[in-house]
Each structure stands twice: as structure tokens, then as C-alpha cells.
């Protein structure tokens, strides 16, 4: 994981591992809210962020990540991808990693990041096997961390990457972000069983963990790594948060009742409580991050607006085979 990009705007260079992470939550947040009000298309991940910071921000640099589609941008820029070349993808203009091509889940490759291959959601997972895949070929002890939704792993490239992975002791984690949806369908019409327990029928470890906890998710995929890194083979995490909001942004969610879902509790607020508690952190420091992120993504929209919109010099018609 790269520096925090906003810790000098927030004049915290000398913060603690928990403000940083909670730094990252928020970033992720308020970049979240800015792309939802910009795109009805967005895909939001509020409410997620514990499950998706959790499970990448402890890996080393030359191991691979493939995030699904609800949390890309900061999982890339944890890997030190650029928030301006991020949002020139989302907003179709000049200068993205993309060139304007497709939707804005394709990072840059030089970072390790797993490329998605279709918008078919489970594509993910066979490249993200794949590279597992190579990194034993090649005898290193380098790891791959692929996180999905609930409703993915009822597909079948799901179990198919699952039974390979187990079966040649591949090197890789997979972490389902269970949110309880699967578009508008609820997960107990479609889940007859916990995902975790899912595992025990390719003979790997399967664990079900509090998705809106960032300590438990960190802790079950640290275990899972090293495990793979020693030769042992994969791991299926289970990370069971909450979609705060639709599917889009754009989504009336009338086919849900949110006074209904009140279980679970915001993981960016309840990461921040747990630090102030611990004495790593005051309100006004957590606030001072929230503002630091809410200013940087201001000024890096603004800039990418005012860039032309991708066209044919940008989309690099002579790199297209005829």
C-alpha cells in the first residue's frame, strides 16, 4: 500500500496506521458521494468500506489485487494509481489509464492490479486465478486477492475457479463482499447457506467475518495470505457488510426497506469511534482527514472537467487491429 495522498493537505504526515487506514475509508467515501452525484450509472460503495480497505491494504506491492466492481478507484490508488487519471475514465476525458475505452474498472497493469476482461460480472475471477497460476509457476511467493459480491458467487466461474484453485494450491484469497443483494434480489432468496461454508466442499478453509469490522477483515485475510504465500493453497473469506444505497446510484430501491436493515452500522463511523477510543485520535483529526479528502477530490474534478472528452487520438485507432 502506497502513502495516504491526502495526508499533507491534512498536515498529518506523522499520523498513526489507524488514521491512515481511516484516511483511505474516507477518501473512499467522499469520492464515492461525488461520483454518485455525477453519474446515475455509479455503482456506490458506501457502506463497504471496512470489507474492501480490509482486504487489500496489507499486501505487498508485487502481489496482485482484482477488486470487483463496487470499490476499484481506491484500491487502485492504494496500489498508487492517480485519482486524476481515475476520474478521467469516469468522466470520458483525455489522459485516463482506459484511453477512454470501456468503464472505468481497468487499473493500470504496471501496478498489479488485475485487469477486468468483460462488464460480465465473475470475468474477474478466472484472470485473478490465472495469476495466482503464474506466481506458483514462476516460484515466488507472491499472492493474489480477489474480492466479489454475493450474488457473483452463485455463478459458475465462481465454483470452476474455486475447484482449480483448491485442487493446484494456487496462491490466492478469495473475499466475498457479502452485502445481502444481489441487484434487487435479497440474499435469502438466493443463498441457501452461508458462502463461507461453501468451502469445505473443495477441501480449503472458508471463513465468515464482520465485513463493517476493518480489524476482523484485516486479520482473516492476513491469516489467508500467509497461508498461501507458505504453499497452502487458497482461501474463501466471507465478509458480510451492507449496501447503503442502490445497486446505482440512480436505483429508487423500492423493492427495499432501509429502516428494515438497521443491524448493521456504518463501518466508517465505527472505525473512527474504535480510534477514538483507543486514543489514536481525536473528532477533530478524523474530520480534519474527511475535509483533507473532500478538498483533493475537488480540485482533481475540477481540473479533469476541463480537459477535452476522449476522442480517436485518444482511443489510439492505430493500435486497433483492422
Known amino acids: 500500500m502506497v502513502e495516504l495522498p491526502i495526508l499533507e493537505a491534512a498536515d498529518a504526515r506523522s499520523l498513526s496506521e489507524g488514521l491512515r487506514l481511516y484516511g483511505w475509508m474516507a477518501l473512499s467515501r467522499e469520492l464515492d458521494d461525488v461520483l454518485c452525484a455525477a453519474n446515475p450509472r455509479w455503482f456506490p460503495s458506501a457502506g463497504e468500506e471496512a470489507a474492501m480497505i480490509g482486504a487489500f491494504c496489507d499486501l505487498r506491492l508485487d502481489d496482485a489485487v482484482a477488486p470487483h466492481y463496487r470499490d476499484p478507484l481506491v484500491i487502485y490508488m492504494m496500489r498508487g494509481a492517480e485519482m486524476a487519471r481515475l476520474a478521467a475514465q469516469v468522466l470520458g476525458k483525455t489522459g485516463g ?3 477512454g475505452r470501456s468503464v472505468p474498472f481497468t487499473g493500470p497493469v504496471d501496478l498489479n492490479i488485475v485487469p477486468w476482461v468483460a462488464g460480465d460480472l465473475g470475468t474477474s475471477l478466472g484472470v485473478a486465478t490465472g495469476a495466482a497460476l503464474a506466481f506458483q509457476q514462476e516460484g515466488s511467493d507472491r499472492v493474489c486477492v480477489c474480492s466479489f459480491g454475493d450474488g457473483t458467487s452463485n455463478r459458475g466461474d465462481f465454483h470452476e475457479n474455486l475447484n482449480l484453485a483448491a485442487s493446484w494450491r494456487l496462491p490466492i484469497v478469495y473475499v466475498c463482499q457479502h452485502n445481502g443483494w444481489a441487484i434487487s434480489q435479497a440474499a435469502k432468496d438466493y443463498l441457501p447457506a452461508p458462502v463461507a461454508s461453501r468451502a469445505a466442499g473443495y477441501g480449503i ?16 485475510v492476513t491469516q489467508a495470505v500467509a497461508r498461501a504465500r507458505q504453499g497452502q493453497g487458497p482461501t474463501l473469506i466471507e465478509a458480510r457488510t451492507w449496501r447503503a444505497q442502490g445497486h446505482w446510484a440512480g436505483d429508487t430501491q423500492d423493492y427495499r426497506s432501509l429502516d ?6 456504518d463501518p466508517l463511523l465505527r472505525y473512527g469511534d474504535r480510534l477514538v477510543q ?8 478524523l474530520e480534519k482527514l474527511r475535509e483533507a479528502a473532500r478538498a483533493m477530490i475537488a480540485s482533481t474534478l475540477e481540473a479533469v472537467r476541463a480537459r477535452p472528452d476522449a476522442g480517436e487520438a485518444e482511443l489510439g485507432l492505430d493500435e486497433v487491429c483492422p
Open 97 to 99: 489509464y482506459n484511453k
Open 278 to 285: 483507543r486514543g489514536e485520535a481525536t473528532a477533530a483529526d
Open 260 to 265: 428494515a436493515e438497521t443491524a448493521l452500522t
Open 205 to 220: 478453509p472458508g471463513f465468515a467475518v464482520d465485513g463493517n469490522d476493518l480489524d476482523a477483515v484485516r486479520q482473516a
